[in-house]
């Protein structure tokens, strides 16, 4: 987190390539920090931001209504599936990502290679 003043700025440094945007992954997860940083702090972040490594510029990711809908609507899904109402599913279909999951083990919808 960057702190100027009583702003403060969440910021999540990714390892790996730097993508030309941000994934909505990773937009997701900087709007959850934004999130966070709003309700503990009790002022909103104008952005997050998203590093590739730590020598690499900024993806900026503008903390707006928009997005803080998003957000808490994906908490609002993964609190139904904590709660049984509903089920997860894969929502990819990449074997690399598959193969190296926690979950592959167990899960009915893991790729085949």
């Keep these: 987190m960057i702190k100027k003043d009583d702003?403060?700025?969440?910021?999540e440094v990714k390892t790996g390539r730097r993508p030309k945007a941000p994934?909505?992954?990773?937009?997701?997860?900087?709007?959850a920090y934004c999130l966070l940083?709003?309700?503990t702090f009790q002022t909103s972040p104008s952005h997050g931001q998203i590093?590739?490594?730590?020598?690499?510029?900024?993806?900026?990711v503008e903390w707006e209504p928009k997005l803080k809908t998003i957000v808490l609507?994906?908490?609002?899904?993964?609190n139904d599936i904590l709660e049984g109402r509903t089920k997860a599913h894969r929502n990819?279909?990449?074997v690399g990502k598959c193969n190296n999951c926690?979950?592959?083990?167990g899960c009915p919808e893991r790729l085949r290679n």
């Design 51 to 60: 590093r590739y490594g730590f020598e690499s510029e900024p993806h900026n």
């Design 73 to 78: 609507e994906k908490i609002e899904e993964m």
């Design 92 to 94: 990819h279909k990449r």
């Design 7 to 11: 702003l403060r700025i969440p910021v």
């Design 23 to 31: 994934f909505f992954s990773h937009v997701l997860q900087i709007g």
């Design 37 to 39: 940083s709003e309700e």
């Design 102 to 105: 926690s979950r592959r083990k």
